[in-house]
């Protein structure tokens, strides 16, 4: 269960940052494929963020086992 804590903290937070995205910036022609929609950008912003996550976590581990 912890091994999926932290990446899904980073999924949570870029889901709403990627809504905020698209609020904020977004693409008003919906010509752009992720910021037209807000479901589109929510979900992109919660792959990168978990995925930020995910790879921070790695490097905290893999620092911690230098050590």
Not at 24 to 29: A, K, L, M, R, T
Not at 30 to 56: D, R
């Amino acid at each position: 269960m912890k091994k999926w804590l932290i990446p899904s903290i980073g999924a949570v937070i870029g889901g709403l940052l990627g809504y905020l995205y698209w609020k904020n910036v977004g693409c008003e022609s919906g010509t752009c494929a992720i910021t037209s929609s807000p479901v589109n950008s929510s979900l992109y912003g919660m792959l990168m963020g978990g995925l930020l996550f995910s790879s921070i976590e790695d490097f905290r581990k893999n620092k911690q086992k230098e050590s």
